[in-house]
């Protein structure tokens, strides 16, 4: 199984404003939302990160996308995590349940220690699932996710 622990915690974390050129928020839409339900943390222990992107290229760590949106929260507070103010698309999320607080998703021989999950929950094969599979479009108004997080060891 590949690794998502270039995940990009290291960078600032945001708290769900996008971060684009000031003509690109003027032409956007406001007002679409994203409700993220995150189900089956293991335990409230540590931090869940999420990252939202647009660009398959980033996809799943965001590590160098600088239009992704990231969002960190106490696990005990990640029943449901909120985006604002997104412009439409095609979008993919991953979480990471980073239940040490390092910063990152631990693994060992490869394997993910920690807890991870995808938006549309895809199979997981060997390595990260590819944006298609994760992909999900934007309308308008308030959107739902509902992101199971997997445990492998």
């Known amino acids: 199984m590949g690794s998502i622990s270039g995940f990009g915690i290291g960078c600032a ?3 769900g404003a996008w971060v684009t050129s000031m003509a690109a928020q003027a032409a956007e839409p406001k007002g679409i939302e994203l409700h993220v339900e995150v189900a089956k ?9 999420a990252c939202l992107t ?11 996308d600088v239009h992704s949106v990231r969002l960190s929260v106490p696990a005990r507070d ?3 995590l909120r ?21 990152k998703l631990d693994t060992f021989a490869k ?3 920690e807890g991870f999950g995808f938006s549309g929950n895809p199979p997981i094969r060997f390595g990260p699932p ?17 992101v199971r997080v997997r445990y492998l060891l």
């Open 83 to 103: 985006f604002r103010d997104l412009p439409r698309g095609n979008y993919a999320l991953s979480i990471i349940h980073d239940e040490n607080g390092n910063g």
């Open 54 to 64: 647009l660009n398959e290229a980033y996809f799943p760590d965001c590590k160098a």
């Open 130 to 146: 590819k944006f298609a599979e994760a992909r999900f479009a934007l309308a308008t108004g308030r959107n739902l996710q509902v």
């Open 41 to 49: 943390l293991r335990n409230q222990k540590g931090m869940v990160h």
């Open 13 to 15: 974390v945001l708290t």
């Open 78 to 80: 990640a029943a449901e």
């Open 111 to 113: 394997i993910p220690r």
